[in-house]
T-cell receptor, first 112, second 115 residues
Protein backbone atom coordinates (compact mmCIF):
# COMPACT_ATOMS: atom_id res chain seq x y z
CA UNK A 1 0.00 0.00 0.00
CA UNK A 2 1.28 3.47 -0.89
CA UNK A 3 2.02 5.53 2.20
CA UNK A 4 3.48 8.91 3.08
CA UNK A 5 4.72 9.63 6.60
CA UNK A 6 5.64 13.11 7.80
CA UNK A 7 7.54 14.24 10.85
CA UNK A 8 7.34 15.99 13.14
CA UNK A 9 3.57 16.22 13.52
CA UNK A 10 3.96 19.75 14.86
CA UNK A 11 6.77 22.23 15.36
CA UNK A 12 7.11 25.56 17.15
CA UNK A 13 10.02 27.86 16.34
CA UNK A 14 11.01 31.47 16.88
CA UNK A 15 10.88 33.96 14.06
CA UNK A 16 14.16 34.09 12.17
CA UNK A 17 15.14 30.50 12.96
CA UNK A 18 15.52 27.71 10.42
CA UNK A 19 13.65 24.41 10.44
CA UNK A 20 13.46 21.16 8.49
CA UNK A 21 10.40 19.02 7.86
CA UNK A 22 10.67 15.38 6.87
CA UNK A 23 8.71 13.13 4.51
CA UNK A 24 9.19 9.38 4.02
CA UNK A 25 7.22 7.51 1.37
CA UNK A 26 6.63 4.02 0.03
CA UNK A 27 4.82 5.06 -3.18
CA UNK A 28 5.80 2.96 -6.16
CA UNK A 29 6.59 3.35 -9.01
CA UNK A 30 7.64 6.86 -8.04
CA UNK A 31 6.79 9.78 -10.31
CA UNK A 32 7.08 12.97 -8.28
CA UNK A 33 6.80 14.53 -4.84
CA UNK A 34 5.19 17.87 -4.09
CA UNK A 35 5.21 19.98 -0.98
CA UNK A 36 2.05 21.99 -0.36
CA UNK A 37 1.52 24.82 2.11
CA UNK A 38 -1.89 25.13 3.74
CA UNK A 39 -2.64 28.31 5.62
CA UNK A 40 -5.32 28.11 8.31
CA UNK A 41 -8.77 28.12 6.75
CA UNK A 42 -7.44 27.94 3.18
CA UNK A 43 -6.84 25.27 0.57
CA UNK A 44 -3.33 23.81 0.04
CA UNK A 45 -1.04 25.53 -2.45
CA UNK A 46 1.91 23.85 -4.17
CA UNK A 47 5.37 25.08 -3.10
CA UNK A 48 7.61 22.83 -5.15
CA UNK A 49 7.76 19.60 -7.15
CA UNK A 50 10.57 17.06 -7.08
CA UNK A 51 10.99 14.47 -9.82
CA UNK A 52 13.18 11.37 -9.76
CA UNK A 53 16.26 13.05 -11.20
CA UNK A 54 16.19 16.10 -8.91
CA UNK A 55 18.06 16.27 -5.61
CA UNK A 56 17.46 19.86 -4.54
CA UNK A 57 15.11 22.63 -5.55
CA UNK A 58 14.63 26.07 -4.02
CA UNK A 59 11.67 28.41 -3.97
CA UNK A 60 12.72 31.55 -2.13
CA UNK A 61 13.36 30.61 1.50
CA UNK A 62 12.04 27.09 0.93
CA UNK A 63 14.44 24.36 -0.16
CA UNK A 64 13.26 20.84 -0.89
CA UNK A 65 15.52 17.82 -1.18
CA UNK A 66 14.84 14.34 -2.48
CA UNK A 67 16.69 11.08 -1.96
CA UNK A 68 14.93 8.62 -4.27
CA UNK A 69 17.10 5.73 -3.05
CA UNK A 70 16.02 6.04 0.59
CA UNK A 71 12.58 7.43 -0.39
CA UNK A 72 12.96 10.51 1.75
CA UNK A 73 12.35 14.19 1.20
CA UNK A 74 12.85 17.23 3.36
CA UNK A 75 11.63 20.80 3.27
CA UNK A 76 14.01 23.33 4.79
CA UNK A 77 12.73 26.78 5.70
CA UNK A 78 15.36 29.47 6.16
CA UNK A 79 14.98 32.58 8.31
CA UNK A 80 11.38 31.80 9.21
CA UNK A 81 8.70 34.48 9.17
CA UNK A 82 5.36 34.70 10.95
CA UNK A 83 3.68 34.05 7.60
CA UNK A 84 5.34 30.63 7.45
CA UNK A 85 2.92 29.45 10.16
CA UNK A 86 0.89 26.83 8.31
CA UNK A 87 0.52 23.12 7.68
CA UNK A 88 3.01 21.63 5.22
CA UNK A 89 1.78 18.60 3.34
CA UNK A 90 3.93 16.10 1.42
CA UNK A 91 2.14 14.57 -1.59
CA UNK A 92 3.62 11.74 -3.64
CA UNK A 93 2.38 10.54 -7.03
CA UNK A 94 2.93 7.15 -8.61
CA UNK A 95 3.72 6.93 -12.30
CA UNK A 96 0.53 6.68 -14.36
CA UNK A 97 -1.78 7.19 -11.39
CA UNK A 98 -4.58 9.73 -11.14
CA UNK A 99 -4.55 9.53 -7.34
CA UNK A 100 -1.71 11.14 -5.36
CA UNK A 101 -0.94 9.95 -1.81
CA UNK A 102 -1.08 12.57 0.92
CA UNK A 103 0.85 12.77 4.16
CA UNK A 104 -0.94 14.04 7.26
CA UNK A 105 1.08 17.24 7.28
CA UNK A 106 3.37 19.04 9.71
CA UNK A 107 1.86 21.97 11.58
CA UNK A 108 4.42 24.77 11.89
CA UNK A 109 3.95 27.68 14.29
CA UNK A 110 6.36 30.59 14.13
CA UNK A 111 6.40 32.78 17.22
CA UNK A 112 7.65 36.38 17.26
CA UNK B 1 -9.21 33.02 -13.78
CA UNK B 2 -11.11 32.38 -10.56
CA UNK B 3 -9.51 28.93 -10.24
CA UNK B 4 -11.56 26.47 -8.15
CA UNK B 5 -14.66 27.93 -6.53
CA UNK B 6 -16.54 26.16 -3.75
CA UNK B 7 -19.90 27.06 -2.24
CA UNK B 8 -21.07 27.34 0.45
CA UNK B 9 -18.11 28.22 2.68
CA UNK B 10 -19.98 27.27 5.85
CA UNK B 11 -23.09 25.20 6.50
CA UNK B 12 -24.82 23.67 9.49
CA UNK B 13 -27.06 20.67 8.86
CA UNK B 14 -29.35 18.67 11.06
CA UNK B 15 -28.98 14.89 11.19
CA UNK B 16 -30.83 13.33 8.27
CA UNK B 17 -30.86 16.43 6.08
CA UNK B 18 -29.34 16.42 2.60
CA UNK B 19 -27.33 19.03 0.75
CA UNK B 20 -25.03 19.60 -2.19
CA UNK B 21 -21.59 21.16 -2.05
CA UNK B 22 -20.84 22.97 -5.29
CA UNK B 23 -17.46 23.02 -7.03
CA UNK B 24 -16.60 24.79 -10.26
CA UNK B 25 -13.29 25.37 -12.03
CA UNK B 26 -12.53 27.64 -14.97
CA UNK B 27 -9.15 26.19 -15.97
CA UNK B 28 -10.53 23.52 -18.33
CA UNK B 29 -9.06 20.80 -16.13
CA UNK B 30 -10.11 17.23 -16.83
CA UNK B 31 -9.39 15.80 -13.39
CA UNK B 32 -11.43 16.84 -10.37
CA UNK B 33 -11.41 15.55 -6.80
CA UNK B 34 -13.32 15.83 -3.56
CA UNK B 35 -11.43 15.48 -0.28
CA UNK B 36 -12.44 15.77 3.34
CA UNK B 37 -10.05 16.98 6.01
CA UNK B 38 -10.53 16.13 9.66
CA UNK B 39 -8.29 17.61 12.38
CA UNK B 40 -4.90 15.88 12.46
CA UNK B 41 -5.96 13.29 9.88
CA UNK B 42 -4.87 14.75 6.59
CA UNK B 43 -6.86 14.82 3.37
CA UNK B 44 -8.92 11.77 2.44
CA UNK B 45 -10.26 11.22 -1.07
CA UNK B 46 -14.04 10.87 -1.34
CA UNK B 47 -14.64 10.78 -5.12
CA UNK B 48 -12.79 11.77 -8.23
CA UNK B 49 -13.49 12.30 -11.92
CA UNK B 50 -11.23 12.06 -14.96
CA UNK B 51 -13.65 13.82 -17.27
CA UNK B 52 -17.26 14.70 -17.92
CA UNK B 53 -19.49 11.69 -17.38
CA UNK B 54 -16.79 9.67 -15.59
CA UNK B 55 -16.60 9.38 -11.80
CA UNK B 56 -15.08 6.88 -9.39
CA UNK B 57 -14.94 6.21 -5.66
CA UNK B 58 -12.04 7.20 -3.51
CA UNK B 59 -11.05 6.06 -0.04
CA UNK B 60 -14.15 7.23 1.89
CA UNK B 61 -17.17 7.38 -0.48
CA UNK B 62 -19.92 6.11 1.85
CA UNK B 63 -22.69 8.64 2.42
CA UNK B 64 -21.74 10.74 -0.61
CA UNK B 65 -22.56 10.94 -4.30
CA UNK B 66 -21.15 12.92 -7.19
CA UNK B 67 -21.93 13.75 -10.78
CA UNK B 68 -19.88 15.31 -13.58
CA UNK B 69 -22.13 16.50 -16.37
CA UNK B 70 -19.72 19.22 -17.53
CA UNK B 71 -15.95 19.74 -17.44
CA UNK B 72 -16.39 22.74 -15.15
CA UNK B 73 -18.66 21.43 -12.40
CA UNK B 74 -18.27 18.60 -9.90
CA UNK B 75 -20.94 18.76 -7.17
CA UNK B 76 -20.81 16.55 -4.06
CA UNK B 77 -24.12 15.35 -2.66
CA UNK B 78 -24.56 14.39 0.99
CA UNK B 79 -27.61 12.20 1.60
CA UNK B 80 -28.97 11.73 5.13
CA UNK B 81 -26.28 13.76 6.90
CA UNK B 82 -24.63 12.18 9.95
CA UNK B 83 -22.39 13.72 12.66
CA UNK B 84 -19.46 11.71 11.21
CA UNK B 85 -19.69 13.90 8.11
CA UNK B 86 -18.75 16.99 10.08
CA UNK B 87 -15.56 18.06 8.34
CA UNK B 88 -13.93 20.51 5.98
CA UNK B 89 -14.43 19.56 2.34
CA UNK B 90 -12.00 20.54 -0.39
CA UNK B 91 -12.50 20.33 -4.11
CA UNK B 92 -9.42 20.18 -6.33
CA UNK B 93 -8.66 20.03 -10.04
CA UNK B 94 -5.70 19.08 -12.18
CA UNK B 95 -4.87 19.49 -15.86
CA UNK B 96 -4.77 16.55 -18.28
CA UNK B 97 -1.43 15.60 -19.76
CA UNK B 98 0.92 13.83 -17.45
CA UNK B 99 -1.78 12.77 -15.05
CA UNK B 100 0.78 11.97 -12.40
CA UNK B 101 2.75 15.22 -12.53
CA UNK B 102 0.17 17.95 -12.61
CA UNK B 103 -0.29 20.36 -9.73
CA UNK B 104 -3.52 20.09 -7.77
CA UNK B 105 -5.41 23.37 -7.48
CA UNK B 106 -7.65 23.52 -4.44
CA UNK B 107 -10.71 25.53 -3.57
CA UNK B 108 -10.98 27.42 -0.30
CA UNK B 109 -12.97 24.66 1.38
CA UNK B 110 -16.51 24.17 2.68
CA UNK B 111 -16.85 23.77 6.42
CA UNK B 112 -19.80 21.49 7.27
CA UNK B 113 -21.20 20.81 10.72
CA UNK B 114 -23.87 18.16 11.28
CA UNK B 115 -25.79 18.46 14.56
Amino acid sequence: KNQVEQSPQSLIILEGKNCTLQCNYTVSPFSNLRWYKQDTGRGPVSLTIMTFSENTKSNGRYTATLDADTKQSSLHITASQLSDSASYICVVSARGSYIPTFGRGTSLIVHP
Amino acid sequence: NAGVTQTPKFRILKIGQSMTLQCAQDMNHNYMYWYRQDPGMGLKLIYYSVGAGITDKGEVPNGYNVSRSTTEDFPLRLELAAPSQTSVYFCASRAYGGADTGELFFGEGSRLTVL
